[in-house]
């Protein structure tokens, strides 16, 4: 009685585990499998190579919400930095990059981040138990 009871209790565990480790791995590859569509936002970030007054700042903030697409966006004139995010189905990074330095005449360069870096930036490390589930799974499903 005890063993059927314990063999009940551990199937019904193990099919649990079994069931809530398929959900995450399915949720896995929706997430990061690349799909654009006019829900998705992206982010970018442009590197100014000149020093960015906070009226600069305030200038180039107006000018980029003014953008087809663009969504939010954060200067930060000690730094020289500016980070936005846009609806890649609506516009362009590079081509927001090309018409701000042309329109405002700013001495800016669109970062784009290597290869490495995507990586490292990724929490699902190259080498985490989570990165070995998701390829397993890619490599099922392709």
């Given at each position: 009685m005890k063993n059927t009871?314990?063999?009940?209790?551990?199937?019904?565990?193990?099919?649990?585990?079994?069931?809530?480790?398929?959900?995450?791995?399915?949720?896995?590859?929706?997430?990061?499998?690349?799909?654009?569509?006019?829900?998705?936002?992206v982010m970018a970030r442009l590197d100014f190579k000149q020093t960015i007054l906070p009226a600069d700042a305030s200038t180039i903030t107006n000018w980029l919400y003014q953008q087809k697409g663009v969504e939010h966006v954060l200067?930060?004139?000690?730094?020289?930095?500016?980070?936005?995010?846009?609806?890649?189905?609506?516009?362009?990074?590079?081509?927001?990059?090309?018409?701000?330095?042309?329109?405002l005449h700013y001495n800016l360069v669109r970062y784009k981040p290597t290869a490495a870096e995507m990586q490292g930036g990724c929490p699902v490390a190259a080498g985490?138990?989570?990165?070995?589930?998701?390829?397993?799974?890619?490599n099922i499903l392709h």
């Open positions: 009871k314990l063999k009940k209790i551990v199937l019904t565990v193990l099919s649990v585990f079994v069931l809530l480790v398929a959900v995450l791995a399915v949720h896995i590859y929706m997430v990061t499998k690349p799909a654009t569509d006019a829900h998705t936002k200067c930060n004139p000690k730094t020289n930095i500016v980070v936005f995010t846009y609806y890649p189905v609506q516009n362009n990074a590079d081509v927001i990059a090309a018409n701000l330095k042309a329109n985490s138990a989570t990165a070995r589930i998701y390829s397993s799974i890619s």
